[in-house]
C-alpha cells in the first residue's frame, strides 16, 4: 500500500516560499496566479492491506513526526 | 580487423571516449578484447579527468618539493608541516560541468568531493573556499546559475559544519557556456596520523563504507572530459545529488577509525567512484584485487558490474584494512548509521578481478589502467605576444572620484556579500577572517593555539588570455602577496587549471604557457604546489572559457598577535605603497570598465621584486608597525585604497605628483604587480621609510587617512557613503528576483 | 556547574559549544550521545547546540525532537534546571514542545550568516543577569530556518510575561516582532537562533556571548 | 480556480530527505514503512475559467520555474 500525505501551512502563517513563488511568476509575466503556497508531499511504502488500520497509523505518524501543529495541517490518501 | 568482443562494435567503444590507438593498446594488454565492464573501466581510467592525458607531461614541471612539504602532489591531497607536530592538508578541485548542468548539486557535490579528498588523508576540515567565474551578470543563464551554485556550496558545507571563510567571483562573457566552480578544502592533521591510498598488501580486507551505491552520474568522469554542445543538457547521465547529512557523519567515523591502528590504506570514491579508488590503491600498492559485487551496498534493484564500478553516487569510501579488524569498522560505522561491507580482499596477482553473481566479469591487469594510461604530447603554440599598454596612451579621465565609483561597483570589483552571507563562516570557533573582513587572505586559526592558517584564491584570467606566461605568473605571485599582507609566511599552493579543448592547439600553448610561468613563480617564490587539479574541455561550441589556472595558496601565521588586515587605518596615517608604479594599464580593470576594451600586454611580473617587497612587508607586519596592509591588484591604488578606506571607516587623501612621468589615472588605477599599499602612524611611517630605503626598496608616500571621502589632490572626491552603497549595491539588484524565487 | 552537551549524529556546534563552556565554567562538559537515555548524573546546565540534527530533513530540530535523549531534557528541564538551545537546539526546543512557536524558513529563503544586532529585551533572566546595564550585543547568526512564528495570542502572552529574551535589531529572517530568542514559561529553559558560543573569544566572533554563559554560573 | 502541482524527484535520483523520515519512522516502530519519498506541493490560485488553457500555462511554469527538470519530475491539477 502507499499513503500521500499532504502537509500544508495553516491558513493565518506567513508562507515565504509561497509568496516568493508568486513574485516570481508574476515577474515572469505569469498574471494570472493571485497567490502561490508551498506544501510538501510525503509518499510511504506501507506493508499490510488493511486500509483502514494503515491510516490511521500515518495519522498517527503525521501527528508524532510527519507535520508540526503550530503551523501545519495534513491530509492523508491511503492507495 | 579491429576485435570487438561480443555486443561491441566500433561505435560503442568510440562513445566510451577511447580511440582507435588507445583500443589497440587495449587489445595488446588483454590479448584479447575487452568486455562491456572492462571497457568501461579502461575508458573511465584512461579519461582526461582521471588520467590526466593531456595535461601529464607538462605538471612535471611544478616544483613540488620542498623544506614544509610532508606530501606532494599524488596522493588524494598535500601535506605540509605547519609545526608543532601538525601538519595542513589541502586541495582545490573543479566541478565546472555538473554545475552548469544543475548548479545547487554540481556545486554542493563538489564541496564534498574536496572535503572528502581531505579527510581521507586523516584530516579534520576547518575551512572552504570556493572560486567562482560566471558568464556576463545579463546572460539569461547566469542569476539562475549565481543562486544555485552559491546555495548548493552553502547548503553543503554549511550542513557538514565547515566554515566557508573565503574564495573570488569573476563574471565575463568567456564563461557564459562554461562557468568553473572550484572549491578547496584545508584540514588539520598530525603529522604522524596521516592516511595514503598506497601501503596495502596481498591479503587484506576491502571494506565499502558510507552510503549506497545508485545510478547517479554513470560516465560523470567522461562527461568532464569532453566538450559541450547544444545536445549536452539531453545526453547527461542522472545527476549525483549530495547527502551533507551522511558527508558529516562520514567526517566523524573516518576519524573515528583513524584514531585505531585499523586501516592499511584508504581513499574516497570520487570521480569514477569505485573503479579509481579500487585501481588508485592496488597500483600504488602494487598489488591485485578482488571484488564481489554482489555484497556492493546498493540502493536500486538489479544493478549491473558496470554501473556499480562507473557510478558516482556521493559519499562514499573505500578502506583497506589490516586483516582482523573489520569489526572495528563495523562497530564505528554502525553507531554513525552507515554503510559498511566487506566487499573483498587485496590480492597478490596485480590484477583486478570481479565477480558478481557467481561469474567473472572482470578480470585485467591493474597496471596498465595507470602505467599505460595515454599521455599525449600535444602540440601547441604561444599567442602572440601583446604590445604593453601605459597610461600615457590611454585618455585622462575628467573626475577621478567618478572613475573609482565605476570601477568598484563593476561586478568583479562590488562587494560579494550577497555570496558570502549564504556561508556559514563562523561554525568551528577558529575563523579570525573571513569574506566579511577587511584581510587578503581568510584566516583560521589552528583549534587551540595562536597561529593560524592564512589562506587565499586567487587568479587573474584576463592576463592569463592576455599572456599566458605572465598570467600564471600573477596567479602564484598573487596569492603569495595576498598571504603576506595578512603578516602570513607562505607555504604552499594547491591549484586547480581549467582550460578549453587541449586538442587545440591555441588552447594547449595557454595551458603550457600558464603552467610554465607558475612554475618559476613557485620555484622562485618557495612556493611548491602540493596538490592540484585540471579542468579542460571547458568549451561550447568552440567557444573557450578565458585561461583560469585558480591558485589556492596557504600560509602560515606563527603569532596571531603579529598580523595585519586593511580595516586598521585611523585619522592621519601616512600611506605608502611599496613597490614601483609605471602605470601598467594593459588587460586592466581600467580599461575593461571605463574604455571597454581588453587589450594590451598583461602587466609583467618581477619575482625578484614580488619576493623582496614581500619580505619587507611582512617584516614591517611583524615588527607591529603597520595599521593597515593591502596588496594591489585589480584595480590598483585607487581601489586598494577604496577598500582600506571603507573598511577603516575613514577617508583617504591621495597625492599625486604632477611632475613625475606617470598621469595621475595611471598612478591610481595602473597594475603594476609586487605592490602594497600600507598605512602607519607618522612615527612607524618614517621608520618604515628608513627601513626601505636601507634596503633599496622601492618606498612612496602617497596620501593622509582623513576626512569623510577618498580624494586625491585636494578634488576628484567620492564621498564613502556613497561609495559604500554603489560596492554593496550592485550583487542584490542582480540577484533580487531570483533570491525571491530560490528555493 | 556540571554541563551536558547534547550530540547528534549532525550537530557541528558540539565543539564550539563544549569549548564555550569550558571557557566560563573551567569544567568541561560531558558530551551526550542522542542515543542515550538519560543524562549524567548530577548534570545541572544542558545546551542543545547548533548544526543539522539530523540532516534538518523534513523540519529543522523535528527528528531530533523524537530522539532517545529527548525525554531525559524534558524532564530535567521539568525540575527547573536550565536548558539552553542554540540555532538548531532553538528549533528542537520549539518541535519538542518545551518552547511556543514554531521556526520557519527565512524570509528571504537564503542561509544567513552574520554578526547580528541583539537586543536584551529582559536583563532579569537567568540567562542575561550578567549583562548588567549592556542591552545590546552583537551574536553572529547562521541559519537558513530562523524565522521565529507563533500565532497573535502566543505572540502576546509571552511579550507579556517577559518570555522574550533577545529581539533582532535588524530582523534578518522575517521573525515575527524581531524575536530572537524566547524562554518558557518558568524562566529555565532558553532558546535563540544567535549563537552565543561564537562570541566569546576576542580573536573569533567578539565577547558579546559570555555573559550569557556567566550568568547560568550565578544562577544554577 | 487553483491548480494544484506535485513535483517528485525522477525516480533513480537519490532522495536524502525520504531515506531520513523513512529511517526515523522506523526509529519510531512504525515498521511497516518499508520507503519513504518526499516531493513538492505546490497550490496556485488562477484567475480565469478555462481549464485546459490554464493547465497549458502552469505546465510552462512547471518547466521555466517550479520544477528543476535535471531531477525533478511533476503532475499537475487543475480544479
Ligand atoms: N565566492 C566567494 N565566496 C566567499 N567569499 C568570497 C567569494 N567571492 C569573493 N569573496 C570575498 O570577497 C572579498 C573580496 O574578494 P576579492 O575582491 O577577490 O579580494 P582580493 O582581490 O583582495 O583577493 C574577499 O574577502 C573574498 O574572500
Ligand atoms: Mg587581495
Redesign the interface.
Known amino acids: 500500500m502507499k499513503a500521500k500525505i499532504h502537509v500544508y501551512l495553516k491558513p ?3 508562507d ?2 509561497g509568496a ?1 513563488v508568486a513574485g516570481a511568476l508574476h515577474n515572469m509575466g505569469y498574471e494570472e496566479v493571485t497567490a502561490a503556497r508551498q506544501g510538501k508531499l510525503i509518499e510511504l511504502d506501507l506493508t499490510g492491506d488493511d486500509a483502514d488500520a494503515a491510516k490511521a497509523r500515518v495519522d498517527e505518524m503525521c501527528q ?3 507535520s ?1 501543529p ?2 501545519e495541517s495534513y491530509s492523508i490518501d491511503i492507495a | 580487423m579491429t576485435q570487438y568482443a561480443d555486443g561491441i562494435a566500433a561505435e560503442i567503444v568510440a562513445e566510451h571516449g577511447i580511440n582507435d590507438e588507445e583500443y589497440a593498446i587495449i587489445l595488446d594488454r588483454l590479448g584479447r578484447a575487452p568486455n562491456m565492464v572492462e571497457l568501461g573501466i579502461f575508458s573511465v581510467m584512461w579519461s582526461e579527468h582521471c588520467s590526466y592525458k593531456s595535461s601529464r607531461a607538462h605538471l612535471g614541471k611544478f616544483p613540488t618539493s620542498g623544506e614544509k612539504v610532508i606530501q606532494g602532489p599524488g596522493e588524494n591531497a598535500g601535506v605540509i608541516d605547519i609545526g608543532d607536530g601538525q601538519a595542513c592538508i589541502f586541495k582545490m578541485e573543479s566541478h565546472n560541468h555538473p554545475s552548469y548542468i544543475e548548479p545547487y548539486q554540481g556545486a554542493a557535490t563538489g564541496v564534498g568531493g574536496i572535503l572528502r579528498d581531505v579527510f581521507t588523508m586523516g584530516a579534520r576540515p576547518v575551512a572552504l573556499m570556493n572560486a567562482l567565474r560566471f558568464g556576463a551578470p545579463d546572460h539569461e543563464k547566469t542569476q539562475h546559475l549565481v543562486g544555485g551554485v552559491v ?1 548548493g556550496i ?2 553543503y558545507g ?4 565547515v566554515p566557508t571563510v573565503g574564495g573570488e567571483t569573476n563574471f565575463h562573457e568567456g564563461y557564459n557556456g562554461n562557468i568553473l566552480v572550484n572549491a578547496m578544502a584545508v584540514g588539520l592533521a598530525e603529522t604522524d596520523n596521516i592516511f595514503y591510498a598506497r601501503g596495502a598488501e596481498p591479503g587484506q580486507p576491502i571494506v565499502y563504507v558510507g552510503s549506497k551505491t545508485g545510478r547517479d552520474g554513470i560516465h560523470g568522469a567522461t562527461m568532464a572530459s569532453a566538450e559541450f554542445d547544444d545536445e549536452s543538457e539531453e545526453k547527461r547521465p542522472t545527476v549525483q545529488v549530495g ?4 558527508e ?2 562520514l567526517i ?1 567515523a573516518c576519524l573515528e577509525l583513524m584514531a585505531t591502528d585499523a586501516i592499511a590504506a584508504i581513499q574516497d570514491m570520487g570521480a569514477a567512484g569505485l573503479t579509481s579508488s579500487s585501481v588508485e590503491m592496488a597500483d600504488k600498492g602494487g598489488i591485485g584485487i578482488k571484488l564481489i559485487m554482489d555484497d556492493v551496498p546498493q540502493r536500486e534493484e538489479n544493478m549491473s558490474t558496470y554501473e556499480m564500478m562507473l557510478s558516482e553516487s556521493q559519499e562514499r569510501m573505500l578502506v583497506i584494512m589490516k586483516p582482523g579488524r573489520e569489526d572495528v569498522a563495523k562497530a564505528i560505522f554502525e553507531k ?2 552507515l554503510d559498511v561491507a566487506v566487499i573483498g580482499e587485496t590480492t597478490d596477482t596485480g590484477r583486478m578481478v570481479l565477480e558478481h553473481k557467481g561469474e567473472i566479469v572482470c578480470d585485467i591487469p591493474v597496471a596498465p589502467l595507470a602505467d599505460d594510461a595515454p599521455k599525449y604530447e600535444r602540440p601547441y603554440f604561444a599567442p602572440e605576444v601583446r604590445a604593453q599598454i601605459n597610461a600615457k596612451d590611454v585618455a585622462q579621465p575628467s573626475h577621478m572620484g567618478e572613475v573609482l565609483l565605476k570601477l568598484m561597483s563593476s561586478p568583479n570589483m562590488a562587494s560579494k556579500a550577497w555570496i ?13 577572517a573571513s569574506s ?1 573582513d577587511p584581510s587578503d587572505a581568510a584566516i583560521v ?1 589552528v583549534h587551540g593555539t595562536n597561529k593560524a592558517l592564512a589562506i587565499t584564491t586567487d587568479c587573474t584570467p584576463r592576463y592569463c588570455y592576455a599572456d599566458p606566461f605572465e598570467g600564471g605568473k600573477q596567479a602564484v605571485a598573487e596569492a603569495w602577496r595576498n598571504l603576506t599582507a595578512t603578516g602570513a609566511d607562505p607555504i604552499a599552493i594547491t591549484d586547480c587549471l581549467n582550460f578549453g579543448n587541449p586538442e587545440r592547439e591555441e588552447i594547449m600553448g595557454q595551458f603550457v604557457g600558464c603552467v610554465e610561468g607558475m612554475a618559476q613563480a613557485c620555484a622562485a617564490l618557495n612556493f611548491p604546489v602540493v596538490s592540484g587539479n585540471v579542468s579542460l574541455y571547458n568549451e561550447t561550441n568552440g567557444v573557450a572559457i578565458p585561461p583560469t589556472p585558480a591558485v589556492g595558496g596557504v600560509g602560515l601565521i606563527p603569532d ?1 598577535d603579529k598580523r595585519a588586515g586593511f580595516g586598521g587605518m585611523s585619522e592621519g596615517h601616512i600611506l605608502m605603497v611599496v613597490g614601483k608604479t609605471t602605470g601598467a594599464m594593459g588587460a586592466s580593470t581600467y580599461l575593461r570598465v571605463v574604455e571597454g576594451r581588453e587589450d594590451g600586454g598583461a602587466p609583467m611580473v618581477d619575482l625578484d621584486r614580488e619576493k623582496a617587497h614581500g619580505n619587507f612587508v611582512r617584516g614591517q607586519i611583524r615588527a607591529g608597525r603597520i595599521s593597515a596592509c593591502h596588496d594591489l591588484s585589480d584595480g590598483g591604488l585607487a581601489c586598494a585604497a577604496a577598500d582600506m578606506a571603507l573598511a577603516s571607516q575613514t577617508g583617504i587623501k591621495l597625492a599625486h605628483d604632477a611632475d613625475s612621468d606617470v598621469p595621475m589615472h595611471g598612478f591610481l588605477f595602473g597594475e603594476d604587480q609586487a605592490r602594497y599599499l600600507m598605512a602607519a602612524k607618522k612615527d612607524d611611517a618614517i621608520a618604515i621609510i628608513q627601513d626601505a630605503k636601507a634596503e633599496d626598496i622601492d618606498i612612496q608616500v602617497v596620501g593622509l587617512a582623513g576626512g569623510t571621502a577618498v580624494s586625491v589632490n585636494g578634488a576628484h572626491h567620492l564621498e564613502l557613503d556613497r561609495l559604500r552603497a554603489a560596492w554593496e549595491g550592485w550583487m542584490p539588484d542582480l540577484m533580487e528576483p531570483v ?2 524565487a ?2 | 556547574m556540571k554541563s551536558a552537551v547534547i550530540v547528534f ?5 558540539d ?2 559549544a563544549h ?2 563552556i569550558e571557557r566560563v565554567t573551567g569544567e568541561k562538559p560531558a558530551m551526550v550521545w542522542h542515543q542515550e537515555s538519560e543524562l549524567p548524573e548530577g548534570t545541572e546546565f544542558v545546551m542543545i547546540p ?3 540534527s ?6 529543522c530540530g ?2 531530533a525532537s ?1 530522539s532517545a535523549i529527548l525525554p531525559a531534557v524534558v524532564a530535567h528541564a521539568a525540575t527547573g534546571a536550565p536548558v539552553l538551545g542554540v540555532c538548531n537546539g532553538f528549533q528542537i526546543l ?2 519538542s514542545g518545551l518552547l511556543p ?2 521556526l ?12 547580528a544586532p541583539l537586543k536584551i529585551d529582559n536583563g532579569n533572566t537567568r540567562f542575561t543577569s550578567r549583562y548588567g546595564a549592556t542591552s545590546e550585543l552583537i551574536i ?1 547568526i ?1 541559519h ?1 530556518d530562523g ?1 521565529y ?3 497573535a495570542e502566543t505572540l502576546d502572552r509571552i511579550e507579556g510575561e517577559g518570555q522574550v529574551v533577545f529581539r533582532y535589531g535588524n530582523n534578518p529572517n ?1 521573525s515575527q516582532r524581531d524575536i530572537a530568542g524566547v524562554m518558557n514559561e518558568q524562566g529555565n529553559v532558553l532558546g535563540m537562533m544567535p ?1 552565543p ?2 562570541a566569546v ?1 576576542e ?3 567578539g565577547t558579546d556571548g559570555l555573559a550569557l554563559f556567566e550568568s547560568l554560573l550565578g544562577s544554577a
Open positions: 493565518g502563517v506567513l515565504p516560499q516568493a508524532k513526526l510527519l508540526n503550530v503551523i | 546555495a552553502g547548503g554549511n550542513c557538514v559544519g547527502d551533507p547529512f551522511v558529516k557523519k566523524e554513525w548509521e558570502w552571507r549564504q556561508y556559514d563562516r563562523h561554525v568551528m570557533a577558529d575563523t579570525a566579511e586559526r596571531m533570491a525571491e530560490a528555493e | 549524529p549532525g550537530s557541528n556546534c565543539r564550539d569549548d564555550a547548533g548544526g543539522f539530523y540532516g534538518d530533513y523534513l523540519r523535528a527528528m523524537r520549539t518541535e512557536g514554531a520557519m524558513r527565512n524570509a528571504g529563503l537564503t542561509f544567513v550568516c552574520e554578526k553572529p547562521a537558513h524565522n512564528f507563533a500565532d522575517g549563537h558560543e561564537r573569544d580573536k573569533h566572533g
